[in-house]
C-alpha cells in the first residue's frame, strides 16, 4: 500500500501498527451494480476484534470512477 502514492498520502504514522496485521485486500462489485464493497483481511492483532473489516462505497452519477463512502 505505501508504494502507490495515492495511498501513501492517507496513511498515518498511527496506522503503520496495525497495517503490518494485514493479509488482503478484496474489491468487488455488489449485484445492484452500483455499490463497490472493500475488504480488509487481517490477521489477529491487537487493534481489531474482527479479522475482516468492509467498507462499502456508492457509485455516483454516470461516472464510473467516481466513489462516495456509504455509512
Do not use: Q
Given at each position: 500500500?505505501?508504494?502507490?502514492?495515492?495511498?501513501?498520502?492517507?496513511?498515518?504514522?498511527?496506522?503503520?501498527?496495525?497495517?503490518?496485521?494485514?493479509?488482503?485486500?478484496?474489491?468487488?462489485?455488489?449485484?445492484?451494480?452500483?455499490?463497490?464493497?472493500?475488504?480488509?483481511?487481517?490477521?489477529?492483532?491487537?487493534?481489531?476484534?474482527?479479522?475482516?473489516?468492509?467498507?462499502?462505497?456508492?457509485?455516483?452519477g454516470?461516472?464510473?470512477d467516481?466513489?462516495?463512502?456509504?455509512?
Amino acid at each position: 500500500m505505501k508504494v502507490n502514492s495515492l495511498l501513501t498520502a492517507k496513511i498515518l504514522k498511527f496506522d503503520e501498527g496495525a497495517l503490518k496485521f494485514l493479509k488482503d485486500i478484496e474489491g468487488h462489485m455488489e449485484s445492484n451494480g452500483i455499490c463497490f464493497k472493500l475488504e480488509f483481511s487481517l490477521d489477529p492483532n491487537p487493534y481489531f476484534k474482527n479479522s475482516v473489516l468492509t467498507k462499502t462505497y456508492r457509485k455516483c452519477g454516470d461516472d464510473e470512477d467516481f466513489l462516495e463512502p456509504i455509512g
